[in-house]
């Protein structure tokens, strides 16, 4: 039931683009983004929700592509603060609401370069 | 305010020893809990989450378990810790946005 995501590792240039991707086998209801600094709590960057939208958030993006159950986070023109560690959450369609909690996927490391 | 008080911020016990763990939350009542687990260079592990008071649900079998003894306290505990109970404990709060809130953590080293 644990989203898969890939890469596990980004290494990149400031300046750079940067895209993550998370898939599940299971019908999502939403799928949350959160990035983690190291040591510290996972901070929430968006929820997609069942129908397909699509996001942003200053230059960092995500897609929902229901019919695939995937989604797509898309750091556009990165930047130092950009790195650390992205996990996508899901919630399967039967729990709806969140209330169940999110089940995450294993985390994409970015570094990001100066 | 959303705050989430997570105490202690680090401890170190021993194999065989007893664990607590609180998590107090401010702002609205009745809010949704959950206890999440993460150990090193590992993703979110969700171990028990709470509707009300007295409503535990466990999502992985285990020597931990949860209380929530008040609307807005929900503590973890176990009676022996383990070697693989290591971890960042992490409580968070399901927020009306469906954003899940995340306290500053725990950090637990079993030696």
């Known amino acids: 039931q644990q989203p898969v995501q890939s890469p596990q590792a980004v290494i990149l240039r400031e300046g750079e683009d940067a895209v993550i991707n998370c898939s599940s086998s299971?019908?999502?209801?939403?799928v949350h983004w959160y990035r983690q600094k190291h040591g510290e709590a996972p901070v929430f960057l968006m929820i997609?929700?069942?129908?397909?939208e699509q996001k942003g958030h200053e230059k960092i993006s995500a897609s929902f592509n229901e019919k695939k159950q995937q989604s797509s986070l898309y750091l556009t023109a990165s930047q130092l603060s950009y790195s650390g560690t992205y996990f996508c959450?899901?919630?399967?369609?039967?729990?709806?609401?969140?209330?169940?909690?999110?089940?995450f996927g294993k985390g994409t490391h970015l570094i990001i370069q100066p | 305010s959303q705050t989430i008080h997570q105490w202690p911020a680090t401890l170190v016990q021993p194999v065989g020893s007893p664990l607590s763990l609180e998590c107090t939350v401010e702002g609205t009542s009745n809010p949704n809990l959950y206890w999440y687990r993460q150990a090193a260079g590992r993703g979110l592990q969700l171990l028990f989450y709470s509707v009300g008071i007295g409503q535990i649900s466990s999502e992985v079998p285990q020597n931990l378990s949860a209380s929530r003894p008040q609307d807005r306290q929900f503590i973890l505990s176990s009676k022996k810790l383990l070697l693989s109970d290591s971890g960042f404990y992490l409580c968070a709060r399901l927020l009306n946005t469906g954003e899940l809130f995340f306290g500053e953590g725990s950090r637990l080293t079993v030696l």
């Open positions: 959450g899901t919630e399967f369609m039967y729990s709806g609401g969140g209330a169940d909690g999110l089940t």
């Open positions: 299971k019908a999502l209801y939403s």
């Open positions: 997609l929700l069942k129908g397909g």
